[in-house]
């Protein structure tokens, strides 16, 4: 199993580009879900999926939008990427919402120009 | 409101000293509470949870419900626990609220 896989690795946008990065996971869980990891701000969560095609928003969704048409895919979107937005995402999963462990993905750094 | 703090963004001690991780949370109701950690160059992956009540890595974590907190401990600490630690709850449908992290630096 690759567990949960993120593309890319870094990206580097100017003001008002959009991109989508990418997360997959081929354990079969239900549960996916986007944070991003500041300095000094531990992780936030973005958007959280509990199953295709249900998603909702976390803590800090505005800037970003995602969908979950597959139960292994979980793209987040950046339609209009502003400096605020440069940090490390993380995307993570798991087997259901009750509290079993949460399985990260490498993570992809974003730098927002 | 729902929220985790880790008051120490940074604590470095020496190998073999004892190391205490304070983790502080908010929550209404019955808390579920785990640690994270992410060593360098490797993923954030899952430490220990406290309904668990497991040594991992020589490392435990009590829930104290009076105290509202989840410290990490280890009685003796190694260079190889050198990393970012994160205390995190879990709100409501499995949303994980995280901590700022703590980097610990264990020196020879």
């Known amino acids: 199993n690759a567990g949960v896989t993120q593309t890319p690795k870094f990206q580097v946008l100017k003001t008002g580009q959009s991109m989508t990065l990418q997360c997959a996971q081929d354990m079969n869980h239900e549960y996916m879900s986007w944070y991003r990891q500041d300095p000094g701000m531990g992780l936030r969560l973005i958007h959280y999926s509990v199953g295709a095609g249900i998603t909702d928003q976390g803590e800090v969704p505005n800037g970003y939008n995602v969908s979950r048409s597959t139960t292994e895919d979980f793209p987040l979107r950046l339609l209009s990427a502003a400096p605020s937005q440069t940090s490390v995402y993380f995307c993570?999963?798991?087997?259901?919402?009750?509290?079993?462990?949460?399985?990260f993905g490498p993570g992809t750094r974003l730098t927002v120009t | 409101a729902q929220r985790v703090t880790q008051p120490e963004k940074l604590l470095s001690v020496f190998k073999g000293a004892p190391v205490e991780l304070k983790c502080n949370y908010s929550y209404s109701g019955s808390p579920e509470l785990f640690w994270y950690v992410q060593y360098s160059r490797q993923r954030l992956q899952l430490l220990l949870r406290?309904?668990s009540r497991e040594s991992i890595k020589g490392f435990t974590a009590d829930l104290n419900k009076g105290e509202t907190s989840f410290h990490l401990k280890k009685p003796f600490a190694q260079e190889e626990d050198s990393a970012m630690y994160y205390c995190a709850l879990n709100s409501q449908g499995g949303k994980l609220i995280f901590g700022q992290g703590t980097e610990l630096s264990v020196k020879p």
């Open positions: 993570a999963s798991s087997y259901s919402t009750h509290p079993y462990e949460q399985y």
């Open positions: 406290h309904i």
